[in-house]
């Protein structure tokens, strides 16, 4: 009789969870550019490296609630309702990811 080993058995699939990182880099690059504003613009107000603003909105970095908070600030937008945005990002991206499980 063949017993059955944890390592012996097949992940399951998961669809993969958006991390905070990258819905954050998101809603800011879409306020930036609903302002028309440019990486560099935005991110000498914010005093960070266009580079650094760049890797933020694509989510490749995780920035600190300080950066953050500057790079909301340069943007007109409190570290509050920053959150709050990518917090309702986070909830339709469950839901969507819900939904297609479902379909």
């Given at each position: 009789m063949s017993e059955s080993r944890a390592d012996d058995r097949q992940p399951t699939s998961h669809p993969r969870e958006r991390l905070w990182r990258e819905?954050?880099?998101?809603?800011l690059r879409e306020i930036r550019q609903d302002r028309g504003e440019t990486l560099r613009?935005?991110?000498g107000r914010a005093d960070v490296s266009p580079?650094?603003?760049?890797?933020?909105?694509r989510g490749s970095k995780e920035p600190s609630s300080e950066i953050l908070a500057a790079i909301g600030g340069s943007?007109?937008?409190?570290?509050?309702d920053l959150t709050t945005a990518v917090a309702q990002r986070?909830?339709?991206?469950?839901?969507?990811?819900?939904?297609a499980l479902a379909a």
């Open positions: 819905l954050v880099g998101e809603q613009t935005v991110a580079q650094y603003l760049s890797e933020i909105e943007l007109d937008t409190s570290l509050l986070l909830t339709t991206s469950a839901s969507r990811g819900a939904f």
